[in-house]
């Protein structure tokens, strides 16, 4: 499969059980391992390849984001590209994959989250056709032990945005 924005050929698969979790992949979009590990057990994971080299992931699990268990809502929980490959249409083709598998799945409703202060997702985010549709105010602080600052803004309220598919 190739990429209409870019020359490299990639693979999106599932993760299988053998391959380890692409941990550093997944720590770049949410620092809290303790957090990583709980959703990774309970959601899909699903990888972008070049060649053999993953160079991607997100996890997907079914549920609305007060964790209230939705038999038609899944969140897009962690979605993370390498930085060498950061701009190249990776992210988006993560996020179409995600549309497509919840699509088969009939799930209606898809749910990603971010930081406030996470200015260059909240604009990715949208031009994939997610809208804000929520506040979490002080989820950062409650769930996060560290203080996260990012483009000089103390990361404290999570952006909820939505997608009807």
């Known amino acids: 499969m190739k990429n209409r924005e870019?020359?490299?050929a990639y693979t999106i698969r599932d993760l299988n059980e053998q391959e380890p979790v692409p941990d550093e992949l997944l720590l770049q979009a949410?620092?809290?391992r303790e957090r990583i590990d709980s959703y990774v057990k309970k959601g899909r994971?699903?990888?972008a390849c070049v060649l053999e080299e993953v160079i991607g992931i997100y996890v997907l699990v079914t549920r609305s984001f007060n964790d209230e268990k939705s038999e038609d809502t899944a969140e897009i929980v962690n979605i993370s590209v390498a930085k060498k490959f950061q701009g190249?249409?990776?992210g988006k083709a993560l996020?179409?994959?995600?549309i497509k598998i919840a699509r088969s799945s009939n799930i209606r409703k898809l749910l990603v989250g971010t930081g406030n202060s996470s200015i260059t997702q909240l604009g990715f985010y949208q031009n994939c056709g997610f809208r804000i549709t929520g506040i979490d105010f002080d989820f950062f602080p409650k769930h996060y032990?560290?203080?996260?600052?990012?483009?000089?803004?103390?990361c404290r309220d999570l952006i909820q945005m939505t997608m009807e598919i």
């Open 145 to 154: 032990p560290e203080k996260i600052i990012e483009n000089g803004i103390v």
């Open 30 to 32: 949410d620092p809290s």
């Open 6 to 8: 870019n020359a490299l």
């Open 95 to 98: 996020i179409f994959d995600a």
């Open 45 to 47: 994971c699903r990888v």
């Open 88 to 90: 190249q249409g990776f």
